[in-house]
């Protein structure tokens, strides 16, 4: 169940640090998933979700049942988790110092390590800012790859 803290109090998405997309991200996600979503402002009042499909701005509007708040969530393309060999593939290109991009809308992502520096074993979180796309990844950065699969599939 998401609890929402500070969007109840804007009109629009606009996220400014890394705990408004952490928070953006779980509460799409708890939207995608059919979950409950509660607001923080008004206790025990339900936050209703409305998928809105137009030309060019497809967006999820949110609104609180007891105070009547609003606010909409873009998301064109819709969010999704990344899958794992796409993920892989974040991780080669920040070990290369390549620009990390989202692979559905190309926007920048923000990454989170969750893990000390000279540890082996690393966790990193990557979240779309635009789509709220994301993936999470576990191991050695350095033991990542990219390279293409051996087709086994005979003629």
């Given at each position: ?20 997309i952490d928070q953006?991200?779980e509460l799409?996600?708890?939207f995608?998933?059919?979950k ?6 008004h206790?025990?009042?339900?936050l209703h979700g409305t998928?809105?499909?137009t ?8 609104e609180c049942?007891k105070?009547?708040e609003s ?8 969010q999704?988790?990344?899958?794992p ?6 991780v080669?290109?920040?070990?290369r110092?390549?620009?990390?991009l ?6 920048s992502l923000?990454i989170e390590?969750?893990?000390?520096p ?7 979180l ?5 789509c ?8 050695n950065p350095?033991e990542?790859?990219?390279e ?8």
């Open positions: 169940m998401a609890q929402i803290t500070f969007l109840a109090l804007r009109r629009s998405y606009n996220p400014s640090s890394m705990a408004d953006l991200r799409v996600r708890d995608w998933a059919g409950p979503l509660f607001c923080a402002r206790p025990g009042a339900q998928w809105i499909e030309t060019y701005a497809d967006h999820i509007h949110f049942e105070g009547g606010f909409a969530v873009p998301q064109r393309p819709k999704q988790e990344f899958d060999w796409q993920t892989e593939g974040l080669v290109f920040l070990e110092n390549d620009n990390v989202c692979y559905r809308c190309q926007s923000v390590n969750k893990t000390a000279g540890n082996d074993r690393q966790e990193f990557f979240t779309c800012v635009r709220l796309s994301w993936a999470r990844w576990e191991g350095a990542a790859s990219i293409t699969p051996t087709n086994t599939r005979s003629a």
